[in-house]
């Protein structure tokens, strides 16, 4: 469980995320929407640790942890996807998924072990690669994948950290049509597991529907609506907030 | 700035303590601190004054080497470690060109010999700062964006440079003497005054005047500024980003040639590596100053300048260590430099 | 994987081409049998030079090419060793038990300034970082030239090494006459090897592996868990303690060492020419590059001086092509090698290989069959 109590932070006078408190539970997908600049990258780096927040404070599984960093936050729990599916370029596939599986599985500094060698790792990272389908590419460097299969790979990772929280950011933008199934199939199958607190950021309403279990509305920083699919699609602040950008909305789910 | 003044009338007047609390009026303090600390510590008047004064003028000095680098570094990103080149370089012609003009300068003409200093300046300036096109060209463009690339490829720059110096100056070591009007001191009651530190300091003041005046006057400044802060913004304007990059390396350049004259005509004696050795100040002064601000570039120089000058007359071997420390502890409290200018996110 | 001994030697990292595993092997092989290949003391100290930089180019490496670090201090490290025999020896006398204790001294000091520098150093921008750790190789250049009560100053200090191992000295051993220097050349020779294959395990460990994660996406890194601010620390403190370790065997080597040669910012850019040229990220590489970069100082000015003597007198063409402008032509080479071979020796070797496997790869994507 993650929980977020008053949390601000500002830009130059500017604030991005404003007194935001909301708590995210165990077993429920939660799809953070709102328009371009309302602030839900900006609430996911506070989340994931990237950014220290002004005011306010992030609990973390009982810890509180808002002057932790990324990595601590990590090994308390939290799986964090970005908008830029780029890796590790210089590595292979394997060796990608190896890391994400060695960073929990040997917590332990180890300066002298082989890494190529530890077959404990290696079939974790290989069981992962095989879920989202890229196996058979798992000599290959990431460069050489398309956006799509980037994708899946940086989802391989998040399987093979094991955590219990998942923060996705637009897992699908920029994606061919084609490919954009596959990686709903894989939120769909971790979601399915019912062990898992999805966070989401998402754009295109469609897919909402259909995955999430709650709608958190952002705008301008703010929480302005809290409740499942339905409830917050037909609330009047969350028309409001749309209207506002309703062209763009419109145009996105055309372009995608 | 003239444009807050409504604003401001409407709030309560700034308490000593706000004023303190911005950082900025720190930064500027930091330098008359400095100034007063090391006036308690040597407790003596005239020592006093002729040391601020040496540190004054070699900050100054440090300020026009460095000027040119800062706004290289804050606009393209660009660290060039050849910068000390060019100061070499500007250095070497100076000595060449006051060989020849002696003829000119027949004694204790006042005159003649700023008329005679301006117009090396001017040819010095030009020289360098095509050079500095060319070496664009060369060794900047072509590894654009990269930061180890450009690093590397400027040390290579930089040895090539030093050693097409020595082919064309030679290995041994080349003297240049001051005009005769600048040479010894002025006596004001129980002062002395290095005449040609006064010409420095002189030097570097109207440097940085005419700096800040193009860069906050001019539409050109005005687009280096922009380009500093946000360099997605000068493109989106549709002017040419790339145009102003090579200018400003070019003029960053000449800035490190007229640095280098300055710099030779206070040593009076030249080796290929007279650059070099004053790389690392400068490279001080720009961090110390913070990212691509001319203003944080002075501040930078003139400490590292008078601690220079303070700590050896204290402790003759410290002067360079000094500077290291002064860095690492600004460094501590602020880990982008005293002034960077605010980058847009 | 096949399992073997050499296999296990390399810690499983071939070269992964074929020329740069014969190369390789052949500085390994000529180097070991320099004094019975070549006897002289110019080509055994041209490998002893060798030997030693190897040391210092491969920890480097760690830094440079799999932590993505650019450090200008790294001469420092190796000075700090090199002084730390010199003056023990000089102070203490020749003896095992010194030198063991001085070198010791020398890696610890080294460890102790490299974190101290990282620990604080290490927030600020990449280039930043540059400018500072010059600045602070460069003022320890100074320092140490200026304390003459302990250093000699400026002029160096000489000193007896132990001795068995010091030039003077000769032996019999059945018959053959063999010299201190030939010993103490196979102590360093021995020494490299060994640093060689520890670097080679470290960086194929799963810490070297976290070290190639920070350098490629260290957003990413950090949000797999791994601590990217201490790895960078620790990776700093075994490079500079590696480098300290060439520094001691080095002046061993020379039985004198100066602040020019052990100190000065110059040699750090020999040490950079070094890695890129020879293909920074490999380890392989660096050793080859040092080999081609130390035989080239040596043997570049004589090639020079014999081209200008064999053509006729043209006074700029004669400055160029002067013997003292070697280092003009090896500027001109490494920006040339900058621009058409960027991944330096060893990656360009191994690249030719890469092509044709990502050729390999280009098929079609398998879909998921969940």
Known sequence: MIETVDLSISFGGHLAVDHVTCAFHNDALTAIVGPNGAGKTTYFNLLSGQLRPSSGKVVLAGHDVTRAGPAKRSKLGIARGFQLANLFPTLTLLENVRLAVQAHVRPHDDFTSLACRDTLVIDKARACLNTVGLLPRAEDFPTVLSHGGQRRLEFALLLAMERPIWLLDEPTAGMAAEEVPIILNLIRSIRADGARTILLVEHKMDVLRSLADRVVVLHNGRLVADGTPGEVMRADIVQEAYLGVGGKAAGRQQWA | ?345 | ?370
């Not at chain 2, 922009?226 to 360099?231: F, L, R």
């Not at chain 3, 996406?217 to 490079?239: C, D, F």
């Open chain 3, 1 to 370: 994987m096949k399992d073997n001994f050499w296999l296990r030697l390399v810690s499983y990292d071939l070269p992964r081409s074929a020329v740069l595993g014969l190369l390789v092997v052949g500085i390994a092989i000529c180097l070991l049998f320099v004094p019975v290949l070549f006897p002289g003391a110019r080509s055994l100290d041209t490998s002893a030079r060798i030997c030693g930089f190897i040391i210092v180019a491969v920890s480097y490496d760690i830094l440079f090419g799999y932590t993505g670090i650019i450090t200008l201090c790294h001469i420092t490290f190796f000075g700090i060793g090199a002084y730390a025999a010199a003056i023990s020896l000089a102070q203490f006398g020749p003896g095992w038990g010194v030198l063991l204790l001085a070198t010791a001294a020398g890696i610890c000091t080294a460890v102790l300034l490299a974190t101290l520098i990282s620990v604080f150093a290490l927030r600020i921008r990449t280039l930043f970082f540059a400018m500072f750790t010059l600045a602070v190789a460069k003022s320890c250049e100074i320092l140490m030239s200026q304390l003459s009560r302990f250093s000699g100053g400026d002029d160096g200090m000489t000193f007896i090494p132990p001795a068995a191992i010091a030039p003077s000295t000769t032996f019999e051993v059945f018959g053959l006459r063999i010299g201190g220097a030939t010993l103490c050349y196979y102590l360093i020779y021995a020494l490299t090897v060994i640093v060689f294959l520890a670097v080679l395990r470290l960086v194929n460990s799963p810490f070297g592996k976290s070290l190639q994660a920070i350098r490629d996406n260290e957003l990413r890194a950090a949000a797999l868990g791994i601590p990217t601010q201490r790895y960078r620390v620790v990776a700093m403190a075994i490079s500079a303690g590696l480098a300290a370790l060439g520094g001691s065997l080095l002046s061993l080597w020379w039985t004198y060492v100066n602040p020019a040669t052990t100190l000065s910012p110059n040699i750090m850019i020999d040490i950079l020419l070094m890695v890129v040229i020879g293909g920074s990220g490999t380890i392989y590489g660096p050793v080859v590059g040092v080999t081609v970069f130390v035989i080239a100082m040596n043997y570049l000015s004589e090639g020079l001086e014999s081209l200008s003597d064999s053509i006729p007198h043209i006074p700029f063409v004669a400055d160029l092509l002067n013997a003292e402008r070697w280092q003009l032509w090896l500027g001109l080479l490494f920006v040339l090698t900058l621009y058409y071979f960027p991944t330096g020796i060893a990656g360009h070797l191994r690249g030719k290989k890469r092509e044709r496997q990502a050729k390999l790869a280009s098929l079609p994507e398998v879909t998921v069959t969940r």
């Open chain 2, 1 to 345: 700035m003239g444009v807050s003044t409504a604003a401001a009338a409407d709030r309560p007047g700034p308490t000593l303590r706000s004023v303190l609390m911005q950082h900025d009026t720190i930064a500027y303090l930091l330098v008359p601190a400095i100034a007063l600390l090391a006036l308690l510590l040597i407790r003596s008047m005239p020592v006093w004054l002729t040391l601020t004064l040496s540190g004054l003028a070699m900050g100054m000095m440090l300020y026009v080497m460095a000027s040119g680098l800062t706004l290289i570094f804050g606009l393209m990103d660009v660290l060039n470690l050849a910068h000390s080149s060019f100061v070499t370089v500007g250095a070497f012609l100076t000595a060449t060109l006051m060989a020849k003009a002696h003829g000119l300068m027949p004694g204790d003409s006042l005159l003649a010999d700023v008329g005679v200093l301006l117009v090396v300046a001017v040819l010095v300036m030009t020289a360098t700062g095509l050079i500095g096109l060319v070496f664009e060209r060369l060794f900047i463009k072509p590894a654009y964006g990269s930061h180890n690339k450009q690093l590397l490829v400027t040390m290579g720059g930089l040895i090539i440079m030093e050693q097409l110096v020595l082919v064309f100056w030679g290995a041994k070591e080349v003297s240049l003497s001051r005009p005769a009007s600048l040479q010894g001191s002025l006596v004001v009651g129980n002062f002395v005054f290095e005449k040609y530190r006064l010409v420095a300091v002189v030097s570097g003041l109207v440097v940085f005047g005419v700096m800040r005046l193009v860069l906050r006057r001019t539409k050109f400044g005005l687009l280096v500024r922009a380009g500093v802060e946000n360099p997605e913004m000068v493109r989106a304007f549709g002017y040419h980003a790339r145009r102003i990059s090579v200018i400003v390396f070019a003029v960053g350049s000449a800035l490190a040639g007229l640095g280098g004259m300055l710099w030779g005509l206070y040593l009076e004696l030249l080796n290929s590596q007279v650059g070099m050795d004053v790389l690392v100040l400068i490279f001080s002064v720009i961090i110390i100053g913070g990212l691509g601000s001319i203003e944080g570039c002075l501040i930078g120089a003139l400490l590292i300048g008078l601690t220079n000058v303070y700590v050896s007359y204290a402790l003759p071997k410290g002067a360079l260590v000094s500077s290291v420390v002064v860095m690492a502890i600004v460094l501590l409290w602020r880990n982008r430099g005293l002034l960077p200018v605010t980058r847009s996110p």
